[in-house]
């Protein structure tokens, strides 16, 4: 299945016990890709599924090249994906499924010991007991304690970290430690160009031998590390903030001092050649005074007058845009063109509608948030219907009928749209 790389020493350290056999085997059960919801393959064209039928033999292969020193990452798949509203592509990079399993199981590791500088008051976004519900709930505390804050993000984050510098945090962090040369190995692994997607990936802005490319396992854990000195020095310096990968929420007392920390943090991230936006109309940064709004994670935390708390809500924007969304990919043609049926359509619709719910239940306003996904779905469906019977059979249906069906009309609570803030 797999060939050694070029290039690879003999004398490398390698990192057998960490990546043995039953390791990987482990990290297979606890994957993704052992499950009915796969991840795609890579650009050798091996499946999930695939792999998983001569998991066996895969897995002795995949060890023997690890032992041996041999094994390397291949290069990775891009997928262009239309933004949501936009003519733009976001573009995702897959690894091969075996190069997914070695850094699932690096990641189970190193996760495991807490081996790197990572965990740090600030840091939120993947780690592990953490993550958007403890940023969001840390987030409000602050926002109670302080009037002003500087809401910001480091541009083009993934894509511009310096290689060089995340390999050394690496090192520093891990010493002589066997598993150093392999991931190295994997921050270095890039896009496979051909023809065909030269050009969509000049227009994403990705350089070649810069950045860590998004959609390999490691690359959540490793951002962090790049950030893990930075924030270090915003603490040292006494300034609370919630930062969840590249997304950040510095708080203060003051305006002025809201203005030195924008300086502060522009000369901190220039040292490791990253940046934030300057401050300008329609910039991702912005100082937010008291009892202003602020967007983060896609919550708006707010003030409620008549509490006089800061709650976190999901904005009427986020709802609209949730609404696009879903009538767009649940949508009759959409569905027709990817080879769906109708009873898929309606299963999926609503498993889609309980994602969201899942992700926003601790939203203040999520009773709302609960009504208005389900007259989505409701909506979305007839709409189908109607696309395929036309309206004059739809309106000829009782409402016994249309409730069987799952089109019924969910009516709203008098006075439930209004926000009290």
């Known amino acids: 299945m797999l060939e050694p790389k070029s290039g690879r020493t003999a004398d490398a350290p390698k990192p057998a016990k960490l990546l043995s056999r039953p390791r990987l085997r482990d990290a297979w059960k606890q994957s993704r890709d052992s499950t009915s919801n796969a991840g795609r393959p890579g650009i050798d064209g091996v499946t999930a599924q695939s792999f998983a039928a001569n998991l066996d033999s895969n897995l002795d292969s995949l060890s023997k090249h690890l032992r041996s020193g041999a094994y390397g990452p291949t290069r990775l798949k891009s997928v262009f994906i239309p933004k949501e509203n936009s003519t733009k592509e976001r573009m995702i990079c897959i690894p091969s499924v075996a190069d997914r399993l070695v850094q699932r199981a690096i990641v189970q590791y190193l996760v495991s010991k807490k081996i790197l500088p990572i965990y740090n008051s600030s840091s939120f976004g993947f780690i592990e007991g953490l993550g958007t519900p403890a940023a969001i709930r840390r987030a409000i505390e602050l926002r109670t304690k302080y009037d002003w804050c500087l809401k910001t993000d480091i541009e083009t984050f993934f894509d511009s970290i310096p290689r060089q510098y995340l390999k ?90 809201a203005y030195s920390g924008h300086e502060l943090v522009k000369g901190i991230l220039k040292k490791i050649r990253l940046s934030i936006p300057e401050i300008e109309d329609g910039s991702k940064t912005s100082f937010v005074g008291p009892g202003d709004p602020i967007d983060f994670l ?32 649940y949508a009759l043609q959409k569905r027709s063109d990817i080879g769906s049926t109708l009873q898929d359509t309606v299963v999926e619709l609503w498993q889609s509608i309980s994602a969201y719910l899942g992700a926003y239940k601790d939203a203040d306003n999520f009773s709302k948030l609960d009504q208005e996904l389900r007259n989505i779905a409701r909506t979305t469906i007839s709409q189908v219907f109607i696309d395929i019977f036309g309206q004059n059979a739809l309106s000829k249906l009782t409402s016994t009928q249309k409730n069987f069906l799952g089109i019924g009309h969910l009516d709203f609570p008098e006075g439930l749209n209004d926000l009290d803030i």
Request: some cysteine.
């Open 168 to 257: 050394s945090r690496v090192a520093q962090a891990l010493g002589r430690h066997s598993l150093v040369p392999i991931i190295s190995r994997i921050v270095d692994c890039d896009i496979k160009l051909y023809p065909g997607n030269r050009e969509k990936v000049r227009k994403q802005g990705i350089r070649m031998g810069v950045g860590l490319r998004q959609g390999m396992p490691l690359s959540p854990i490793l951002a962090n590390l790049v950030l893990s000195k930075f924030d270090k020095q915003i603490q040292c310096r006494n300034i609370e903030m919630v930062r969840y990968a590249d997304d950040l929420m510095l708080f203060f007392h003051t305006k002025e001092a």
């Open 298 to 329: 896609g919550r708006q935390i707010v003030f409620v007058r008549s509490t006089g708390k800061y709650v976190a809500r999901i904005s009427d924007k986020k709802i609209a845009n949730i609404r696009r969304q879903i009538q767009n990919d």
